[in-house]
């Protein structure tokens, strides 16, 4: 299983980026995805999440400024990020929640982070 994470890049504060995350591989189901980011000097936070049946979950401080999608058919989500802050700024990490047989609960897998920079 891969997750193949992109959309990052240099923006103003205020303004708006876009992130896609695709799953692939020997997939059976996928539970969650979601996103989680770490700054500099930070540890890894929960950015937000969205359950396969569309239930969303954000951190207090993405709420109302970042919205998540999915396309289950298509195995990817995305993260609408508008009215970026310079506290934004981190390392965005996709994540995913897979079941790779019938009977798996699940397991956690990650993609390679791709960096997000606000500028003040």
């Known amino acids: 299983v891969q997750l193949q994470a992109s959309g990052g890049g240099l923006v103003q504060a205020g303004g708006s980026l876009r992130l896609s995350c695709a799953a692939s591989?020997?997939?059976?189901?996928?539970?969650?995805m979601g996103w989680y980011r770490q700054a500099p000097g930070k540890q890894r936070e929960l950015v937000t999440t969205?359950?396969?049946?569309?239930?969303?979950n954000y951190a207090d401080s993405v709420k109302g400024r970042f919205t998540i999608s999915r396309d289950s058919a298509k195995n990817t989500v995305w993260l609408l990020m508008d009215g970026l802050k310079p506290e934004d700024t981190a390392v965005y990490y996709c994540?995913?929640?897979?079941?790779?047989?019938?009977?798996?609960?699940?397991?956690?897998?990650w993609g390679k982070g791709t960096l997000v920079t606000v500028s003040s």
């Open positions: 994540n995913a929640h897979i079941a790779i047989t019938l009977f798996d609960t699940g397991t956690d897998y």
């Open positions: 591989g020997s997939i059976v189901s996928i539970h969650s």
């Open positions: 969205i359950t396969r049946g569309g239930r969303t």
